[in-house]
Each structure stands twice: as C-alpha cells, then as structure tokens.
C-alpha cells in the first residue's frame, strides 16, 4: 500500500562489535587514559587561568596579581586596587554607611547580601572616596568584583552618583574603575534606573569641564558598560578585560552569525575605537597620575 510508504519504523537494528565484557573492560580503563590533574595548594600556590602554569601565589601578587608567564591579569579586589593605585594612607572612603535593602522582597537576598558582606568585609559591591596618586587629588568609585560580580543595584547607583555630585562640589576629577557582571536582578527596575541616575550625574559634570576617566577592568559588562563606564572623557583598559553588554552566546543566538575571535575584549574594542588605552596593572597608577598632571596644567592655565 502507498500509506505504508510513509509508515515510519518503530525499531532499528544496530549489530553489535563488541561482546558486553569487552566493552565494560573499555569503560572501565577509561579513567586510566584521562590525565590527572594538577592538585595546587591554595596557600600557596594558583593557576593562570589563560596559560595552565601553576604559580607561587607570593610571586603573583609581587607582580601585582599578574601571572609571570603570560601577564594575564587575576581579578583583584577594591582594597587591593585602591592599595595599588593610590598614595599609602591618602584614601578616605565615603557612604561606608550605606546599606541594601530588599524593595522587591527578592527570595533569600538578604541572606545573600549578608553571606557576601562576611567575605568581603564590605557592604557594598563598590568603594567611593577620595585620595591622591602621586600627590594628584582625585575622586574615586572602585567596584568591587568579590561582592555579587560588582552587579550595581540602588546603593552602587546611589553611592556612585553622590561621589560624582561631590566631584562637582569640590571642582575634582574623577575614576571609575569598573569591575561588573551588570545590573542586579534582584532589584529590578530600581536597579536598571542607576543606570540613567549615574548618566545624568555624569552629564553635568561634563557641563562643570570637570575630567572622568573610566578604567575598564575584568569584567565589565551588562548595564554598566550600557551606562557611567562607557561615559569617560578617557576610557582606560587592563589587558584582556571582558567589556560587553550581553554574552556572545546571546549575541551569536540573536544575529545567528559567528564572533570574531577575540570579541569583547579589551584588545578588540581598542582596534574598534571603543577603548583609548590598554595600560598594563604595574603601569596603571604611572598612566593615571600623568592624566592628572596634564588636567591640572590645564586647569591653572585657565585660572
């Protein structure tokens, strides 16, 4: 009959190779034939995630948390940043006081905030004060990538827009240092409305011919880089940062087309035109200080 043509098949019939102890022999060997991996004291020593090599962990943050094999940049916390880059003991934090609340009542956040304040020792995913570098005064937002991937929420925007109104008080250039996975989900709206709170606070600094230079560090992504971040008047990159807005797996699902190699990184954004600068960690605190100098030449030339 025609119908029997369109009749699909219930079963196929595979012919087996191998007898059943054969093959339960080769899957048994089979763990024998991975290789074993690398055990690493945690104490005392950490593997680059770019080049495989195992490292003392003495010897990496000598090198400012940069691997010695093949420079990849470690992610580092605000203390750290801040101890890198400005003058021992010039730092005075501002809003340390400032805490999240849970607006939405977002299941279990509270605890999470709580979990992550205990390994941090802060409150919040960014630090915001004023200091100097190199005897250079400027003010200063260092996102913290420990504390919830630096996701900005009510009090990142609030803490970020007062340290951006004080610039503009005290006549003072400002930093960003941005270390983020986005804005933070459970906030909602509230959150992505820092977006534009940080924006127009950046807007009328530029109207005050105040400086902002942003320093993109990894990552950077989500509604930071879709705000403040990608606002400097210098825009500043570490080597090999991740800067981007949504994954390139969303993106590649979206467009239905293959990234370049290298896309969203700090290297690849610079040939783009996005980023100004790709300034090596040890180097970072000597090119922000001559940014500085430069400005306040400017600024007594118009005195």
Known sequence: MIKDLFHKR???????????????????????????????????????????E???????????????????????????????????????????????????????????????????????????????????????????????????????????????????EKKMPLIIFSASGGARMQEGILSLMQMAKTSAALGRLSEEGLLYISVFTDPTTGGVTASFAMLGDIIISEPGALIGFAGPRVIEQTIRQKLPEGFQRAEFLKDKGFVDKIVHRKNLRDVLADILYIHSLRGEADV
Do not use: Q, W
Not at 24 to 42: A, F, G, N, S
Not at 71 to 93: A, P
Not at 136 to 150: D, K, R, S, V
């Open 10 to 52: 219930k079963y196929a019939t595979i012919t087996l190779y191998k007898e059943e102890k054969e093959v339960k022999k080769l899957i048994d060997e089979r763990p024998k034939m991975v290789k074993e991996k690398t055990v690493i004291d945690d104490d005392k020593h950490i593997k680059c995630k770019k080049c495989g």
């Open 54 to 168: 195992v490292l003392s962990i003495d010897a990496v943050k000598k090198n400012l948390m940069v691997c010695t094999k093949c420079d990849y940049h470690f992610r580092i916390g605000s203390t750290e940043r801040i101890n890198i880059i400005f003058d021992s003991g010039s730092f005075n934090e501002y809003d340390k006081e400032l805490k999240p609340a849970n607006p939405l009542n977002f299941p279990e956040y509270e605890k999470k905030i709580e979990d992550y304040r205990a390994k941090t020792g802060l409150e919040e995913a960014v630090v915001t004060g004023e200091g100097k570098i190199k005897g250079h005064e400027c003010i200063a937002c260092i996102m913290e990538p420990n504390f919830m991937m630096g996701s900005m929420g009510s009090v990142v925007g609030e803490k970020i827009t007062r340290a951006i109104e004080r610039a503009i």
